[in-house]
């Protein structure tokens, strides 16, 4: 927070020409204020077809603001945000999901005690007969349900079991499917893996893989970097609002991923006063040199130095 | 891994390696287990033990016009007890359901009475005005997103005081005067409260209303969009709005239904009794609500049947005339209600326990 000079915001305002196989959502220098708050300033990120963006920070980083704004809740307040090549503003997350930007928040959006199969089309059911006679296409619904399931890897043998009995990585990849089945061509993800244990979290991320072959653009937050690490093809590290990283996975190593997830970078910085300090152990904090990785695509990132005053 | 993708093409996802992993436990489940979590069975089991207790206690319990009474006891609290079911599957409730019985019932007498028109009149407005009431509960509920248990608090104690209020202003008695000679009377009769016969015994026709309004619910409940929403909206309103199911009409058309009930109660209160005690009602929500609970509807929503409160008004006809049929005092009726009840909670909860374990 002291030192800003050492991240790598300052280092880009290149202005690169827009590549010409355009993201399927892109954010140009975005920002989001809250009356007086900066919660996010000048954030560029870009996501494609068939690759997985991963978003990392700390609580209060601004990753919430950031998928709030792709996902439709929220306006931006600054920069632009493009969809296919065009600026956009979403008045509703309906309307983003109209343009197939699905969102699968950490709560998953199912209901526990409602079947799999129920869960799986709640709100988009699929019927048959007329009117007064109109009623629930059960059979086809299970069918396709079970359907996008083991395209997805995931097989449950009882679809009628309430969604509560799942396991938390089965019920995050139900909620995933789902999104892929209803049209998602970008998947928002919300620290799928929070809450979950090693086992549940490696189900998941063989999902996000799954979605990613696809051909979906994924955008994975978390505050995980191993987790990021293991599935991301681009990093994206929050920080105070804005950007503290933004690399392509052959740029950046795990161990560095983790220092700026850390606050590496700051911290680089301190690590000689650190060393200063009776039971404080600084040798293990990287060198400032250490933290290397290029600045990719950083379009009209305002070189800013003020800090917003709060997170998320 | 490959033990893992074996162990997994069986049960669960193949991600989860090792014997007894978390994935498929649940699918595992014994097939007893399963059925018991059915929110009806209980229920069922329940009524069955009630009414073999009485054919035993009780001989004559087994005429059948015996059993055309206790019939007709349950179908008067079922045919309340299917809305309100809907509504505690919804998330809410409604307290002024016993009362708004009596404010229809109420409004169709003395509007036909005082003006001299056809009963239907006074049928028709007492139906716009129930599904009124019911549309007032839901949109308060709704926009001011209170707990329905105040708001609807608030209607029932509006409705108990103009019901007495409006009836004695109108009619300066506690009950409304005798339409038993106006015109469309007989016709309406012959709708909401008339007998027919079966096999000599005869049969109050609310009890046919009352199986073919639950084969109905259960039928919107099970095979509907509108059903799959009662069922999302109560079990958690956040996620269903979130996938797009319309959680403010679901809440307000439910709260409709229920003044849709209570308008039919009331029209076959008024038709079988010619006029209606302005004073009555109170306490009957609680007993609808009593059978809902008993009937395996979670009072926290998400879960419940149309068919369980069929039952479970079933239990309450059973017991309140068993008791009468067996000679005992009829005092003891509440305290069976209340033994009932509780049994019936703490099923509720063990079911919750074991449908959401992880």
Aim: charged share 15%; with cysteine.
């Amino acid at each position: 927070m002291t030192d800003d000079t050492t991240t790598p915001h300052g280092a880009g305002a290149e202005g690169t020409p827009p590549a010409p196989d355009t993201p399927l959502v892109e954010l140009r220098g975005a920002g989001k204020s809250y009356g007086n708050v900066r919660a996010l300033h000048g954030v560029d990120l870009t996501v494609d077809a068939g690759r997985v963006t991963c978003v990392l920070g700390d609580n209060g980083a601004g990753k919430s603001t950031l998928i709030k704004i792709v996902s439709g809740l929220h306006r931006h307040t600054e920069g632009e945000f493009l969809v296919d090549g065009r600026p956009v503003r979403f008045a509703t997350p309906r309307d983003a999901l109209a343009r197939g930007i699905a969102t699968v928040y950490q709560d998953l959006a199912t209901v526990p005690l409602m079947p799999v199969w129920r869960n799986f089309f709640l709100g988009s059911e699929l019927t048959k007969g007329p009117w007064p006679l109109r009623r629930l296409d059960i059979a086809r619904m299970k069918r396709t349900a079970d359907r996008e399931l083991r395209d997805m890897g995931i097989v449950l043998d009882d679809l009628e079991q309430p969604v509560g009995t799942l396991s938390g990585g089965q019920r995050q990849s139900v909620a995933i499917a789902r999104a892929v089945h209803f049209g998602a061509r970008v998947l928002i993800l919300d620290e799928p893996t929070a809450a979950l244990g090693v086992r549940q979290s490696g189900v998941v991320l063989k999902y996000i893989a799954a979605a990613r072959d696809r051909g979906l653009g994924v955008v994975f937050i978390t505050h995980n970097p191993h987790h990021a690490y293991m599935v991301g093809d681009h990093f994206s590290v929050l920080r105070l609002g804005t950007l503290e990283l933004s690399a392509d996975r052959g740029d950046v190593g795990l161990e560095e991923l983790t220092d700026h997830m850390a606050g590496g970078a700051e911290l680089a910085a301190l690590k000689h006063e650190l060393a200063q300090v009776r039971g404080v152990d600084a040798r293990e904090l990287p060198e400032e040199a250490d933290l290397t990785a290029p600045w990719r695509r950083p379009r009209k990132a305002a070189p800013d130095p003020a800090p917003p005053s709060g997170g998320t | 891994m490959s033990t893992a993708q074996r162990a997994g093409s069986a049960v669960g996802t193949p991600q989860t390696p090792g014997p007894g992993g978390a994935d498929g436990r649940a699918a595992r489940r014994p097939a007893v287990l399963r059925l018991l979590a059915r929110p009806e069975v209980g229920v069922f089991l329940g009524a069955a033990a009630v009414l073999v207790f009485f054919l035993v206690a009780a001989p004559s319990v087994r005429h059948g016009s015996s059993m055309a009474t206790i019939l007709y006891q349950s179908s008067t609290i079922g045919i309340m007890a299917l809305p309100v079911a809907l509504l505690m599957i919804g998330g809410e409730f409604d307290l002024s359901s016993g009362v708004a019985v009596i404010t229809s019932a109420l409004a169709a007498s003395m509007l036909s009475y005082q003006l001299t028109v056809n009963v239907w009149t006074g049928v028709v407005v007492a139906l716009v005005l129930s599904l009124a009431i019911g549309a007032l509960n839901g949109w308060m509920v709704v926009r001011t997103g209170l707990p329905s248990f105040l708001v609807t608090l608030g209607t029932f104690l509006i409705l108990q005081g103009v019901n007495l209020a409006v009836t004695k202003l109108v009619t300066d008695n506690v009950a409304t005067d005798d339409i038993s000679d106006m015109d469309g009377f007989g016709q309406a009769r012959r709708i909401f409260a008339s007998s027919f016969d079966a096999g000599g015994v005869q049969v109050k026709i609310t009890v046919v209303w009352w199986l073919v309004f639950a084969a109905l619910a259960t039928w919107v409940l099970l095979r509907t969009r509108y059903g799959n929403w009662v069922f999302a909206v109560g079990g958690d309103e956040g996620s269903a709005r979130a996938v797009g199911v319309p959680v403010t009409f679901t809440k307000i058309t439910l709260f409709m239904l229920v003044g849709l009930g209570a308008w039919f109660v009331g029209m076959h209160n008024l038709f079988s009794f010619n006029t209606v005690q302005s004073g009555e009602g109170v306490g009957q929500e609680l007993i609808y609500i009593a059978a809902a609970v008993i009937g395996g509807c979670l009072l926290t929503g998400g879960q419940g049947s149309a068919i369980g409160p069929v039952f479970g008004a079933f239990m309450f006809g059973m017991v309140q005339q068993g008791i009468v049929y067996a000679g005992w005092n009829p005092d003891w009726f509440k305290a069976f209600l209340g033994v009932m009840l509780l049994g019936a909670v703490l099923i509720n909860l063990w079911v919750r326990r074991t449908a959401t374990r992880r």
